[in-house]
């Protein structure tokens, strides 16, 4: 079997040569209790259909009611991302035939969301800020899961097949569209993925989900267009499936450009089709086309009643909303005092609650950011860990900060106190006394050492009288040297001076 | 004695339950036999569950010897229509694509029957998925009228008329969208009641026409008709379109109309559900209950209600929009019939079409291929769309009415009992059968049928009375009046007329 | 005015996910060309000021609190299965599947 390799323009190129457009859907799974139309547990990774109702399963005479909790959940997401929330909703049905859709019909909602009209900025790695208006928000219940099995070449009759589990039919989704995202530009990778991971800070901040992309929680599919200029018409998109990490994203987004500007270089024209990302190539391939699959043939859901949120209700959900992450780092970086590169390195290296949590257990900001993008940063990545993952907690490192403040050990002793923490030797004061890395805080053998470099170099001492200091810190780091580092700098200095002078 | 008993009304024996006279297990093996006897020719039921039907009896007798939350028809048997889902009893709508499948779950109306004590005798025929007029459409066989058993019984639900008709039961449930439950109680000589639509529990209904489908009593009397619309009815939180307030109170309701005196009373007679098309015999035994209501004290007028012209149009647009929506579930993936197609791959796609094609009879076929068509991209708007303003149109028309009367009043159906087969090959005209019962389930008001005597060819009419939104009550009683000046004026009731099913055997 | 010729109902048929035989194509259409002819009455009194009603009765805002029941047990849920294997629906292989 040959495989056709697919014509691409390298990215940097097709971006200078075409425009992007990109286009997101993320649908989250929200964390309710029980599921969107019917009162089966809301369950993650349980045996197969052991969380069904007649209802979820499309049972002949089950009827679908709406699970309040989604809706607020909906509302506060609607509210986040700057939407109006409608006076009145309705759910619609949306019809397909396909086995994990129970009812062969799927409510959502269709031309009346409960959410719409708004935008999210989103804060890029240099700093600059990119805002993705935000069409609408609407509420619909997931599907089950089909299992495959059997051999996925060749089509024996009878040898394939596919296993359902309807546990996850009807759990609640909010599934968030943009409107055309233009003017990224090459950046435009970047803007897809930092937009999906900026919404699922959100959602966690809003504890409306767990958000967790690896588990599906959090689902994007990307559409991709191209066009000569940013004044031409949109050209045709493609939508891209599977795409389940936030380097995925970046990944199928460069892949689509690449792809749909080798195709309109050729001469040829973008087909509108849903296209499937591989992880292990990086590419984008066909899905199957489906003549139907555009008649969805949507009519209000008549087993449902509209929902119309009271104002009352939805300025109730936007007072009880928490402080949402950019507003957080907005706040922390000034009470932290980081300068914007430094804040942003923070953003950047998910450090944030690791910072906030050594602060709030008495470091200074400062220190707290000098050890952990510093010393701590290089050690976990020279180990492959992220910082959450490193044998020290926030509370230990604001100790150790607070054993150099307090003058018991200095600055590079620190160091070696952490090295033996991040062993598993302790905790940092029980380090410092089973290695004995604390400061000689007893001037008697610092004045011994002090003679001792004295007397190897007599001219020094002459020279410091005559006014030249520069050689008191070749004395100061023949000290350090002789006590192991552990000489507090100033005090041998002091110590040197009186000595010198006299 | 127990001939007696089963051509009592439910009120009455539930009087003999209660004065001790007679037993649940004693109705309810009356009931068995007499379904024995007869069900042959009538063939109402689909399923008959005599073990469980008797047990249930048992039960109710311990219960009412105990004291126990006895209610007024607790111990009464009952027949249920094969469209409202009965866990343990099969359920199978009238199709064969749900032919044997056994539910795991009771509707609401079923758990109400259950926990209030009737026992429930099995499960009535119908047209299949309650497409039809005739339960000719059923894909076991159609039920026949007991009047005349080379005639049908009436649509979808003429199963459970028919059973209550031929005194197998003195209680039913039917269903009603566009007038199964009225239609076949018109040409059966019984009384049958759409509710307001969310009187009645939907939940375990196998859905037709989400926004049309209403449960509701198939009785012999309005009494009885009241009686089980209480038990039954009343707000249900897993039926999200069911109506919050209470029901208003029936039985005291039909009670009083009973009394027989409607002065203050203003009665509606709709222009447009009379005329042309409608049977000599129907028109002339209308008229004569206005006239017999009119003496009564009330005071008659005439209503025009232009939309109706359209109902039956809007109705087969909407209708098999929401059914073809409804019935895409039946796919032989997770209950029912498999069907594997005959040649070719096995592919999923494939036996979803292999088993509906198989499972699904003529009419149903008619009826999602129709109301696809009105879903479909690019139709939308001149069909599925207007088809929903025609509805406003006809509520409106309703209001206006409203305020001129307290009641509007038509003939339920626009002939009598028509011959086994004879409009099989022509579905408009069988679809024309629901004229005048369609523009209620429209608007969602309720309306009961009442037999009002028998036409010409000697078999029964209806005579229809229809009420605002909520105002239930109002049926009950001029229903109950209506019931009571006719059987004053025959000296006894309509079905005492029918001919001996016996006999005929 | 759009028709229901025989190709529009196989179209549509397979839409609906039903197979119909060359006879029923043929009867089908000429059955639905009469009924739809007649519900085209419709668009005369559909005017534009005229709002679409989908629900009888105007309820608003019927809706359950989050609170989880106990779900059927799985022996129920699979009571009706065709096939089923490893407490999962077997079905049919799926084309068009997005794995």
Redesign the interface.
């Known amino acids: 079997m040959t495989t056709t390799t697919t014509d691409l323009v390298p990215f940097e190129e097709a971006t200078a040569r075409y425009d992007t457009v990109l286009g997101i859907e993320v649908h989250v799974e929200l964390g309710?209790?029980?599921k969107m139309f019917c009162?089966?547990?809301?369950v993650f990774g349980e045996?197969?259909?052991?969380?069904?109702?007649?209802v979820s399963?499309g049972l002949p005479g089950a009827l679908p009611?709406?699970?309040?909790?989604?809706?607020e959940f909906a509302i506060r997401i609607g509210l986040a991302l700057n939407c109006q929330i409608a006076e009145?909703c309705?759910f619609a049905r949306k019809n397909y035939?396909?086995?994990d859709v129970p009812k062969n019909y799927q409510i959502s909602q269709f031309d009346e969301p409960i959410a719409f009209d708004g935008w999210l900025d989103v804060e890029l790695e240099d700093g600059s800020v990119f805002r993705v208006e935000i069409e609408r928000a609407h509420l619909e219940e997931d599907a089950g899961k089909?299992?495959?099995v059997?051999g996925s070449t060749g089509r024996i009759h009878g040898a394939?097949?596919?296993?359902?589990?309807?546990n996850r039919a009807g759990i609640p989704l909010v599934e968030i569209v943009t409107r055309p995202i233009e003017g990224a530009g090459e950046r435009a990778p970047e803007v897809a993925r930092a937009y999906v991971q900026t919404l699922r800070d959100l959602f966690r901040a809003l504890e409306v989900s767990e958000a967790r992309m690896e588990r599906g929680n959090v689902r994007a599919d990307i559409n991709v267009s191209l066009r000569p200029t940013p004044e031409s018409p949109l050209g045709t998109r493609t939508e891209t499936?599977?795409v389940n990490s936030f380097r995925s994203i970046e990944r199928a987004v460069r892949f689509e450009v690449s792809r749909q500007a080798a195709v309109l270089d050729a001469g040829g024209s973008i087909t509108q089709e849903?296209r499937?990302f591989h992880e292990d190539t990086g590419q984008t391939t066909s899905?199957?086309v489906?003549s139907?699959a555009d008649?969805y043939r949507y009519?209000?859901e008549?087993d449902?009643?509209?929902?119309?949120p009271s104002r009352e209700w939805v300025e109730e959900i936007r007072a009880s909303l928490p402080e949402l992450p950019a507003a957080r780092r907005r706040r922390l970086q000034g009470e932290w005092g980081f300068t914007d590169l430094e804040m942003r390195d923070v953003v950047n290296s998910g450090a944030i609650d690791i910072l906030l949590a050594t602060v709030e257990a008495g470091a200074a900001p400062a220190a707290a950011r000098k050890w952990w993008m510093g010393e701590l940063a290089r050690t976990a990545n020279e180990q492959g860990l992220a910082l959450e993952e490193l044998a020290v907690t926030p509370a230990q490192v604001a100790e150790l900060q607070g054993l150099v403040d307090s003058g018991r050990i200095n600055d590079k002793l620190a160091r070696q106190v952490l090295a033996g923490v991040l062993a598993g030797e302790g905790s940092p004061e029980e380090v410092v006394v089973s290695r004995g890395l604390e400061v000689v805080s007893d001037d008697g053998p610092l004045l011994a050492a002090i003679d001792e470099a004295l007397a190897a170099q007599p001219d020094i001492a002459e020279k410091i009288r005559g006014g030249n200091l520069g050689p008191v810190g070749a004395i100061i780091g023949a000290v350090m040297k002789a006590t192991r580092g552990q000489a507090d700098a100033g005090r041998v200095r002091e110590l040197v001076l009186e000595r010198v002078k006299g | 004695m127990s001939a007696e008993l089963t051509r009592r009304s439910a009120a009455e024996l539930a009087a003999l339950l209660a004065s001790g006279e007679t037993s649940s297990v004693e109705l309810t093996q009356a009931h068995l036999e007499r379904i024995a006897e007869v069900d042959g020719e009538v063939a109402a039921f689909l399923h008959v569950d005599a073990e469980g039907a008797l047990a249930q009896a048992a039960e109710a007798d311990r219960r009412r010897a105990a004291g126990e939350d006895v209610r007024e028809l607790t111990g009464v048997p009952i027949a249920v229509k094969d469209v409202v889902v009965t866990r343990g009893l099969p359920t199978t709508a009238g199709s064969k694509i749900l032919e044997g499948?056994?539910p795991?779950?009771d509707a609401t109306l079923v758990e109400r029957i259950k926990a209030a004590g009737l026992p429930i005798l099995g499960k009535t025929n119908m047209d299949e998925f309650a497409m039809g007029s005739s339960t000719e459409f059923s894909a076991f066989g159609p039920t026949r009228n007991p009047w005349d058993l080379t005639r049908i019984p009436g649509g979808s639900g003429g199963g459970s008329a028919a059973a209550v008709a031929a005194f197998e039961a003195p209680l039913a449930i039917g269903t009603d969208t566009g007038g199964s439950i009225r239609q076949p109680g018109a040409v059966t000589g019984t009384v049958g009641v759409k509710p307001?639509?969310?009187g009645i529990s939907r939940y375990g209904l196998i859905a037709m026409a989400s926004?049309?489908d209403q449960a509701g009593p198939v009785t012999r009397t309005v009494l009885d008709s009241a009686l089980l619309h209480e038990l039954v009815g009343g707000h249900d939180?897993r039926d999200?379109?069911s109506?919050?307030e209470e029901l208003p109170a029936l039985a005291q309701a039909a009670r009083e109309g009973a009394a027989g005196d409607l002065s203050g009373v203003r009665i509606g007679v709709i222009t447009e559900l009379d005329g042309d098309g409608y049977q000599e015999g129907v028109r002339a035994r209308f008229h004569e209950s206005v006239e017999l209501l009119r003496g009564a004290g009330a005071e008659i007028v005439e209503v025009s209600c232009p939309?109706f012209d359209?109902a039956l149009?809007?109705y087969?647009?909407i209708m098999p929009a929401e059914a073809?929506s409804n019935l895409?579930k039946f796919?032989?993936?997770?209950?029912?019939?498999?069907v594997?197609?005959s040649e070719g791959?096995?592919?999923?796609?494939?036996?979803?079409?292999?088993t509906?094609?198989?499972g699904?009879g003529?009419e149903v076929?008619?009826r999602?291929?129709?109301g696809?068509?009105a879903l479909?991209a690019?139709?939308y708007d001149?069909?599925y769309?207007?088809?929903?303003?025609?509805?406003?149109?006809i509520?409106r028309d309703f209001a206006a009415a409203f305020d001129k009367a307290d009641v509007l009043v038509s003939p339920t159906a626009p002939t009598t009992a028509f011959p086994l087969g004879s409009k099989l090959d022509d579905?408009?005209a069988m679809y024309l059968n629901d004229v005048a019962t369609i523009p209620a389930?429209?608007?969602?008001v309720p309306g009961i049928s009442v037999p009002n005597g028998l036409a010409e060819d000697g078999l029964p009419t209806g005579f229809q009375v229809l009420a605002p939104?909520r105002a239930d009550d109002r049926v009950y009683r001029v229903g109950a009046a209506l019931e009571a000046l006719l059987e004053a004026s025959w000296g006894g009731r309509l079905l005492d007329r029918a001919p001996d099913l016996e006999e005929s055997k | 005015m759009?028709t229901?010729d025989r190709d529009?109902?196989a179209r549509?048929?397979?839409?609906?996910?039903?197979?119909?035989?060359d006879a029923?194509l043929d009867r089908?259409a000429d059955?639905?060309q009469?009924?739809?002819a007649?519900?085209?009455?419709?668009?005369?009194?559909?005017?534009p000021d005229?709002?679409?009603?989908?629900?009888?009765?105007p309820?608003?805002?019927?809706?359950?609190?989050?609170?989880?029941?106990a779900?059927?047990p799985?022996a129920?849920?699979?009571?009706?299965?065709?096939?089923a294997?490893?407490?999962?629906?077997?079905?049919?292989?799926?084309?068009?599947?997005?794995?």
């Open positions: 309710t209790r029980s009162p089966a547990p809301a045996e197969a259909n052991t969380s069904v109702s007649p399963l009611v709406v699970n309040r909790s989604a809706v009145t309705r035939f396909y086995p089909n299992t495959h059997g394939e097949y596919s296993l359902v589990d309807y499936k599977n849903t499937h899905g199957r489906k139907d008649d009519f209000p008549p449902l009643v509209p929902i119309a | 499948w056994v795991p779950y307001t639509y969310g926004s049309l939180p999200a379109t109506l919050p939309s359209y149009a809007a087969y647009l073809s895409a796919d032989g993936m997770r209950f029912g019939l498999r594997e197609p791959p096995v592919t999923a796609e494939r036996v979803m079409a292999a509906r094609g198989a699904f003529d076929k008619r999602i291929i129709l696809t068509y479909s690019g139709y001149a069909y769309g207007s088809a929903q303003k025609v509805r406003t149109l509520q579905p408009l389930n429209l608007a969602g939104a | 759009p229901l529009e109902v549509v048929a397979a839409l609906a996910r039903i197979d119909l035989s029923e089908l059955e639905l009469v009924i739809v007649s519900v085209e009455k419709v668009s005369e009194v559909a005017t005229v709002p679409a009603t989908s629900h009888p009765l309820l608003v805002n019927t809706m359950r609190e989050d609170v989880p029941e779900p059927l799985v129920d849920v699979l009571a009706g299965a065709p096939e294997e490893d407490g999962k629906f077997a079905v049919p292989q799926i084309l068009g599947e997005d794995a």
